[in-house]
């Protein structure tokens, strides 16, 4: 347990808030380079990531056995942000279920964070849990309908399922946000589409309505 007070620069001792602080100046940018995607980055970035993220996790383990709940002494956005970079650990790991469970209480300590929800979607995704990826993903583009990573994910839900057609609709909806979004390219590329020479002119609206329903077109008549 020493170790992780080490890791973070502090003494077992310390007040928790210091702690935390010392913390979140480490992993913050970390995080931010790993922020959608953790596959094939950095693996210094990586390392350093799980490194901080476990001797976090160490310190409140310890903390809990000397009687300390940080459920109860931590603000919601600091408990919201831990048990989600608890929850990125645990993905990276490969341990999806468990990541999962870290997603879930991070969503009840703070509000539906769609990046929250797009990593709760990729869990699911890994351990084959098609409709649950597929609300994950839905609801965070709801919040979020211009990032393109949460549309090319939605799209790899479709193609697990066994529809082709859907999940390329969704992909090139994707490469519409962002014309050089090369996991969106290469996914496309994979289905024998030649995307240099394709003109993408769907519009995000057009499918967002598709997949969500007239819940939209209603919002938009009213406005």
Do not use: C
């Not at 999806?96 to 990593?119: H, M, Q, T, V, W």
């Not at 193609?159 to 992909?171: M, Q, T, Y």
């Not at 309505?209 to 939209?216: D, H, I, P, R, V």
């Amino acid at each position: 347990m020493a170790e992780g007070y080490y890791i973070l620069g502090v003494s077992p001792e310390s007040q928790l808030g210091v702690i935390v602080q010392n913390y979140l100046n480490f992993i913050n940018p970390l995080e931010k380079k790993l922020e959608y995607e953790t596959a094939g980055m950095n693996m210094k970035i990586v390392q350093d990531f799980l490194m901080f993220q476990g001797a976090m996790e160490e310190v409140v383990k310890d903390r809990t056995k000397k009687g300390e709940d940080i459920d109860v002494i931590l603000p919601p956005d600091i408990l919201s942000k831990f048990y989600y970079l608890s929850g990125k650990k645990k993905f990276i790991e490969g341990k999806f279920f468990e990541a999962g469970k870290n997603f879930e209480k991070a969503l009840k300590y703070g509000s539906r964070d769609p990046k929250i929800l797009y990593f709760m979607g990729r869990a699911f995704l890994e351990s084959k849990k098609i409709n649950h990826a597929e609300n994950a993903f839905k609801m965070a583009i709801e919040m979020d309908r211009n990032n393109p990573y949460f549309w090319v994910y939605l799209g790899d839900v479709y193609n697990l399922a066994g529809f082709p057609a859907k999940a390329i609709h969704v992909w090139e909806t994707a490469l519409s946000i962002d014309g050089s979004f090369s996991p969106a390219i290469s996914r496309l590329e994979g289905k024998g589409i030649n995307v240099k020479f394709k003109v993408i002119s769907k519009k995000i609206k057009s499918v967002f309505k598709k997949l969500f329903g007239e819940k939209e077109a209603k919002e938009e008549k009213e406005e």
